[in-house]
């Protein structure tokens, strides 16, 4: 299994306070990502990350933000966490070879905003 | 935008069953991906097929890519309560994007 954390896996928070994930690697993969995954609307990315220091936004990046500043790290905030933003978030990580991209999923954090 | 379709979106069986499900598209693709995502869990990578027409079996698990690299499939022979969960494609990114595609999923449920 490719060495990935997520810490906390569920946490349980009201809205308007601060929350901030974390994803742990390994591999010393260059990659990593944060998707929330839904009912009804699969795996949608958040956030990812091509390098240190280096990040771009997904499809559904709006109320989070993202850092890292380290390879092995990659955290996920929400600044002012809302119900919406109810859901479980995993963290992958890519070595991206151009023909496969193959990603490795964390174990997932289960976030309820009350 | 690549989009990956799905089929069925939900599947329920009895153990024992032979069944298929479908991951579709009208772009081309370097190489698709399927996963399988059990309960609680992240999803697993199962198989990564490369060339068109290529067959790839996984035990009772049989994974195809269109001959065009399109389309692929995923069959499972006699199916076991232990095969419940859903079961994704997904495909590499695309041109200078860092962003894979995955598909909604098949909800696969094997009853004893």
């Known amino acids: 299994d490719a060495g990935i954390t997520q810490s906390p896996r569920h946490k349980v928070t009201e809205t308007g306070t601060p929350v901030t994930l974390r994803c742990h690697q390994t591999?010393?993969?260059?990659?990593m990502y944060w998707y929330r995954q839904d009912p009804g609307h699969g795996l949608r990315l958040i956030h990812y990350?091509?390098?240190?220091?280096?990040?771009d936004k997904g499809e559904v990046s709006d109320g989070y933000s993202v850092s890292r500043s380290k390879t092995e790290d990659f955290l996920l905030t929400l600044e002012s966490a809302t119900s919406s933003q109810t859901s479980v978030y995993f963290c992958?990580?890519?070595?991206?070879?151009?023909?496969?991209?193959?990603?490795?999923f964390g174990p997932g954090t289960r976030l309820t905003v009350l | 935008t690549q989009l990956l379709e799905q089929s069925p979106q939900f599947l329920s069986i009895q153990e024992g069953e032979n069944l298929t499900v479908y991951c579709n598209s009208s772009?081309?693709?370097?190489?698709l991906q399927w996963y399988r995502q059990e309960p609680g869990e992240g999803p697993v990578l199962l198989v990564t097929?490369?060339?068109?027409?290529e067959v790839k079996k996984l035990k009772r698990l049989t994974f195809q890519f269109g001959d065009a690299r399109k389309d692929s499939s995923l069959h499972i022979t006699a199916a076991q309560t232990g095969d419940t969960g859903l079961y994704l494609c997904?495909?590499?990114?695309?041109?200078?994007?860092?962003?894979?595609?995955f598909g909604r999923g098949t909800s696969l449920i094997v009853h004893p």
């Open positions: 097929v490369v060339t068109g027409g």
């Open positions: 772009s081309v693709f370097s190489s």
């Open positions: 997904a495909v590499p990114a695309s041109g200078g994007s860092y962003i894979p595609t």
């Open positions: 591999e010393n993969h260059r990659y």
């Open positions: 992958a990580i890519s070595a991206r070879d151009r023909v496969r991209n193959e990603q490795f």
């Open positions: 990350s091509y390098g240190v220091k280096d990040t």
